[in-house]
């Protein structure tokens, strides 16, 4: 076993690109809001269902300074207007405190459409703030517990030595994982992941 003090001085310091598949991102939003009910309660507390969630999707948004858009399907449940079939599309921008690691919603814009002026009014504003609470509550997140974590079990892997292939181990220490930067492409979420440390690899057998 090799102790860490020696390979001290061979330093790992990399960025590695991590991208995360908007199908991805459907099916894990589809299993939390499919058939959640969006609705408004009075200052006497009387609670008033407008409209339910029947799909959603996200993609990339293509409004200047924004970094996805949500496609909303909603069923209308109100008196005036029932069983209305509305799509909602909801501009999200992310923002990323690199030194507190935390990623917060820094801005969204909600525009619906269903050829009927009052309906839209009625629901955008209803969903613009059922939205802002919903969604800023679930993307206001710290990521370094998640990190640390991650980082443990790492580095308990690779204080054993880690088989990379037959005959070729690797042992090291991860001293630093952080999120460097967040961005919106084409077919994913593009996350930048920094990391170092010190390693080595060591090679058990030699073929000739």
Do not use: C
């Not at 405190?97 to 919603?105: A, D, G, I, P, R």
């Amino acid at each position: 076993m090799y102790d860490k003090d020696e390979f001290i001085d061979q330093n790992i310091n990399i960025t590695i690109p991590v991208i995360i598949g908007y199908a991805v991102l459907d099916k894990y939003l589809k299993e939390k809001v499919i058939g959640e009910i969006i609705s408004k309660e009075s200052k006497d507390g009387k609670k008033s269902n407008y409209a339910r969630i029947l799909d959603i999707t996200i993609e990339k948004s293509h409004f200047e300074g924004y970094d996805f858009l949500l496609n909303i399907n909603l069923q209308t449940l109100t008196n005036l207007f029932k069983n209305r079939q509305v799509k909602i599309f909801f501009h999200a921008a992310l923002e990323l405190n690199k030194e507190l690691q935390h990623v917060s919603l820094k801005k969204f814009e909600i525009d619906g459409r269903t050829k009927n002026w009052f309906a839209d009014k009625l629901l955008e504003t209803v969903v613009n703030n059922w939205m802002y609470e919903k969604l800023k509550k679930k993307m206001n997140f710290g990521l370094m517990p998640h990190i640390e974590e991650k980082m443990d079990a790492i580095n308990e892997k690779l204080k054993n030595k880690l088989e990379v292939k037959e005959g070729v181990q690797l042992i090291g220490s991860l001293d630093k994982v952080e999120i460097s930067s967040i961005n919106a492409g084409e077919k994913g979420l593009w996350v930048s992941v920094s990391i170092r440390g010190a390693g080595l690899l060591e090679l058990e057998t030699l073929e000739m």
